[in-house]
C-alpha cells in the first residue's frame, strides 16, 4: 500500500480531539448516500413510468401502420403477406377504421371502430390478454339476441367496459350502431342504421381506449362503412420495438408511393418527448442534491487541511512532494465519495426492490394508469448515477488538496 493512500484511510479515522471533523465526514457520506439513493429511485420509477405508459399503448395498438394517400387498401391482402416477410416484422393484418354512434335505449356515445381479423389480429394488437367476458374468435359468429320477443342472430362487437358501462349493456345485449355517414335517398341524407350484439368485454387499463374504441369483424366493418373487400390500413407488428422507425422507413422504401408509413413513435411523439423532458429535469434537479453534499466534501477537506497543518509539514520535511499531498486529500475526498456512492446504490437498489415486490405506494388509477408504483431496475442508469456521484465527489476534492499541496513547511514550521 503506497504511504498516500495509508495515510489517507488514517485521516478517515479520528483522535479523540479531531471527533468533529470525523462527524464532518460521516455526514458528507451520508449526503452522498442520501443523494445518489434518491436520484437512483426517482430514476427507476419514472423509467417503470414510461414503459408502462408504452407497453399499454402498444398492447393496444401496432408498433407501424401502413396506409395508401388518399384512398383504401383493396390490395390487403397480398400486401399483409408481402409485409409479414420483411426482416424485422413479426406480424401483419388488414385493419377498417371508422367513427360511429353506439345506441342502446336513451343512452348513447360516439366511438372509434376498429374492423379486425379475428384470425391475425392478436398477433399485432393483443386483444385476447385484455379481454374480460367473450373471446375474439366470437366477432366471427353471430350473436342470438331476443328483440321485442323476437330471437334474431346479430352480429358482434366487442366493447371496453367502461363504455358497456355508460351504454348500460352487458355481453348478449342488442345495440344500435349509427353512421353519421349515411345514404342519400329522396329525403335527404340519412344514416345509416344497424344492430349488432356485444360479444365481448375488454379493459386496457388506459379509459380513453375503454370509453371510445369497438372491435368488429372486419367483413362487418367493410359492409358497413360500405368499403367493399377493401381495408384501411395494414397493421404491424415488429420483433424489436426500438426499431421500428428504420423498419417502417425500409417497408415504405420497398412498396414507394403512394403507400405510407407511421411508426408508433411518431403517433405520440409529444407523449413520449414530454415524459423523457421530465425525466432529465428530475434528474438534473436531483444531480444538484450530489453537488450539495461534494460541497460538504469540501469544507470537510478543508478543516482537516487546517487540523493537519503540522502533519504536512512533517511528511513534507520528511521528503514528501507536493503531489504526494495532493494525492492524500484527494484520496481521502474520493474514499467519502466512493463509500456514500456505493452505500446510495445499495440502499437505493433495496428501495427499488421493496417497492417492486410489495407494492406499499399505492396511485389512483385513473390518473396514473396504474394502481402501484412501477419499477423498473437498470443496471446502466445505476452505474450512470454512481459514475456521475463519483465524478462529481472527485472534482469537489480537488480544491482542498491543491491547497493542501501549497502550504510552505517552513512557515508552518517557523509559527507552529
Not at 464532518?24 to 419514472?46: C, D, K, N, P, R
Not at 379509459?207 to 373487400?229: K, P
Amino acid at each position: 500500500m503506497k504511504y498516500e493512500l495509508f495515510v489517507g484511510l488514517r485521516y478517515l479515522r479520528a483522535r479523540r480531539r479531531e471527533t468533529f471533523i470525523s462527524f464532518l465526514s460521516m455526514i458528507s457520506i451520508l449526503g452522498v448516500m442520501i443523494a445518489v439513493m434518491t436520484l437512483s429511485v426517482v430514476i427507476s420509477v419514472m423509467t417503470g413510468f414510461e414503459d408502462v405508459l408504452r407497453n399499454r399503448l402498444l398492447g393496444i395498438n401496432s408498433h407501424v401502420v401502413l396506409v395508401k394517400s388518399g384512398d383504401s387498401l383493396t390490395e390487403y391482402e397480398d400486401l399483409a403477406q408481402r409485409v409479414s416477410r420483411e426482416e424485422g416484422v413479426a406480424s401483419a393484418t388488414p385493419m377498417v377504421y371508422g367513427q360511429v354512434i353506439l345506441s342502446s335505449g336513451s343512452r348513447v356515445s360516439g366511438v372509434v371502430v376498429r374492423g379486425i381479423d379475428p384470425d391475425t389480429a392478436n398477433g399485432v394488437i393483443a386483444i385476447e390478454p385484455l379481454l374480460k367476458k367473450g373471446r375474439l374468435v366470437d366477432l366471427k359468429k353471430t350473436q342470438r339476441v331476443r328483440i321485442d320477443d323476437r330471437e334474431m342472430d346479430l352480429p358482434g362487437l366487442i366493447l371496453g367496459e367502461r363504455l358497456a358501462a355508460q351504454l348500460g349493456v352487458a355481453v348478449g345485449d342488442p345495440l344500435q350502431v349509427i353512421s353519421p355517414m349515411g345514404s342519400a335517398t329522396a329525403m335527404g341524407l340519412m344514416p345509416k342504421v344497424k344492430r349488432f350484439a356485444v360479444a365481448g368485454l375488454f379493459d386496457s387499463g388506459m379509459q380513453e381506449y375503454d370509453r371510445s374504441l369497438v372491435f368488429m369483424n372486419l367483413t362487418d366493418a367493410q359492409g358497413f362503412f360500405g368499403l367493399g373487400h377493401a381495408a384501411t390500413s395494414i397493421e404491424i407488428r415488429v420483433r424489436d420495438v426500438d426499431r421500428a422507425r428504420e423498419i417502417a422507413q425500409k417497408i415504405q422504401q420497398r412498396l414507394g408511393f403512394p403507400y405510407l408509413t407511421e411508426d408508433w413513435s411518431r403517433l405520440w411523439p409529444n407523449l413520449f418527448a414530454a415524459l423523457r423532458l421530465e425525466r432529465w429535469v428530475y434528474i438534473l434537479v436531483l444531480l444538484l442534491m450530489v453537488l450539495i453534499a461534494a460541497f460538504n466534501i469540501v469544507s470537510t477537506l478543508i478543516m482537516v487541511v487546517m487540523e493537519k497543518r503540522r502533519d504536512i509539514a512533517v511528511l513534507r520535511s520528511m521528503g514528501a512532494s507536493r503531489n504526494s499531498i495532493w494525492r492524500i486529500f484527494l484520496l481521502k475526498g474520493s474514499i467519502i465519495g466512493a463509500v456514500g456512492t456505493l452505500l446510495g446504490v445499495i440502499f437505493g437498489y433495496g428501495v427499488c426492490l421493496l417497492i417492486q415486490k410489495y407494492h406499499f405506494i399505492e396511485l389512483p388509477q385513473d390518473v396514473f394508469l396504474v394502481s402501484t408504483v412501477p419499477i423498473r431496475i437498470s443496471v446502466l442508469y445505476f452505474a450512470a448515477v454512481a459514475a456521475a456521484s463519483f465524478v462529481i465527489c472527485l472534482l469537489a476534492s480537488i480544491y482542498p488538496a491543491r491547497q493542501a499541496a501549497k502550504l510552505d513547511p517552513v512557515e508552518i514550521i517557523r509559527y507552529e
